[in-house]
Structure formats: structure tokens, C-alpha cells
């Protein structure tokens, strides 16, 4: 097999509660979409992470290709939001 089809160990990123919602979507039609481009597996923690206030894990899995084609498109995802949000939170830093 070819290094793109080897199946690595899921990567865990660490996602805002608040933020979740923008990779869920409604109805997790976001998610759904996400996982059928990019190939890969996506599972949220259902609770806040003990260690991460306010967090929660979100887990890629699947080959080393469609895990990073995942993690590019959620990072995207959340930058997007994460401008949003700056954009009308007057108390944003």
C-alpha cells in the first residue's frame, strides 16, 4: 500500500464548546459533509474534556491522507467561525 493509504492512529484536536456546533452543523449535516469529503472518520466528545476547561476533543480517524484533508477542512471551519465571532463579539480580545 501506498503511504497515503496507511491508516494512522486518530488525531485529537482540541475544539471551544462553543465552537463545536460549527463542525456538528444542524442536524450534523456539517459533519456529515466533512466526513464524506474528506474521507476520514469524525467523532466529538459528547462532555467537556476534564482537562480542558470549556473544550472538547474532537477525533479524526482513518488513513494518513484523509486525516489531514479532515483537519485542514475543520481548522478551516473554525478559523471562519472564530472571525465571525471576533466580528461581532464587542468584548472579543
Do not use: F, H
Amino acid at each position: 500500500p501506498s503511504a497515503s493509504d496507511i491508516r494512522v492512529a486518530p488525531v485529537a484536536l482540541t475544539v471551544e464548546e462553543e465552537l463545536v456546533g460549527k463542525i456538528i452543523g444542524r442536524g450534523g449535516e456539517v459533519v456529515k459533509q466533512l466526513q464524506k469529503d474528506s474521507g476520514a472518520r469524525i467523532d466529538i466528545s459528547k462532555t467537556v474534556g476534564e482537562n480542558a476547561a470549556g473544550k472538547r476533543t474532537v477525533y479524526i480517524s482513518g488513513t494518513k491522507l484523509c486525516v489531514e484533508k479532515a483537519k485542514a477542512m475543520i481548522d478551516e471551519t473554525l478559523n471562519r467561525a472564530r472571525e465571525l465571532q471576533g466580528n461581532t463579539n464587542p468584548n472579543a480580545c
